[in-house]
Antibody, heavy 121, light 106 residues
Framework: QITLKESGPALVKPTQTLTLTCTFS??????????VGWIRQPPGKALEWLAN???????NHSPSLKSRVTITKDTSKNQVVLTMTNMDPVDTATYYC?????????????WGQGTLVTVSS | DIQMTQSPSTLSASVGDRVTITCRAS??????LAWYQQKPGKAPKLLIY???SLESGVPSRFSGSGSGTEFTLTISSLQSDDFATYYC????????FGQGTKLEIK
């Protein structure tokens, strides 16, 4: 059974750097064709993709956020880490990590429960 | 960036109705389109990938069609569990989501 869970601070101040960890089980990020993505959703608004990382350490980032977002993986810990610099109140959102693989690579078939991050001084 | 536009934004329907949600892309995305269902306070759930492939475990009343720039999600006979918000997602060039369609009980 595949599960993912996001963890990190619930509150960050403007200009600070956000670090979120996705801890997963039931799959390996060393297996060919596997990826993990980060997606966020401001309260009452639509989903926004942030970044993906793949089994071969390939990465994709949202062009609009590329300068602020970094995605890395620690395969020994079954974790993917997202960092986002220079946080602003508009970055207040629920942040999700999600699994993708195989013929559904680039779609998100299993999601974590999400973690709400509020940006406020 | 590829923009995804869903219509309608809100849809009122009754149990048993056949409903269709449309998603238009600002440029061709071939068949690289997925649909998700999201209920309040929950993570999205994958329904359809590659425009028309049904995700395992998803009821057959859900179907997807389309290619190029225009796609549809159809629910053949609405059940009470289907009232939720639906999002389309293109993954042809990076990723982008539609703004969502809220399916309400009439």
């Amino acid at each position: 059974q595949i599960t993912l869970k996001e963890s990190g601070p619930a509150l960050v101040k403007p200009t600070q750097t956000l670090t979120l960890t996705c801890t997963f089980s039931g799959f390996s990020l060393t297996s060919v064709g596997v990826g993990v993505g980060w997606i966020r959703q401001p309260p009452g608004k639509a989903l926004e993709w942030l970044a993906n990382i793949y089994w071969d350490d390939g990465k994709n980032h949202s062009p609009s956020l590329k300068s602020r977002v970094t995605i890395t993986k620690d395969t020994s810990k079954n974790q993917v880490v997202l960092t986002m610099t220079n946080m602003d109140p508009v970055d207040t959102a629920t942040y999700y990590c999600a699994h993708s693989s195989g013929e559904k690579i680039e779609t998100f078939d299993i999601w974590g429960q999400g973690t709400l991050v509020t940006v406020s001084s | 960036d590829i923009q995804m536009t869903q219509s309608p934004s809100t849809l009122s329907a009754s149990v048993g109705d056949r409903v269709t949600i449309t998603c238009r892309a600002s440029q061709s995305i071939n068949n690289w389109l997925a649909w998700y269902q999201q209920k309040p306070g929950k993570a999205p759930k994958l329904l359809i990938y590659k425009a028309s492939s049904l995700e395992s475990g998803v009821p057959s009343r859900f179907s997807g069609s389309g290619s190029g720039t225009e796609f549809t999600l159809t629910i053949s006979s609405l059940q009470s569990d289907d009232f939720a918000t639906y999002y389309c997602h293109q993954y042809d060039s990076y990723h982008s989501f539609g703004q969502g369609t809220k399916l309400e009980i009439k």
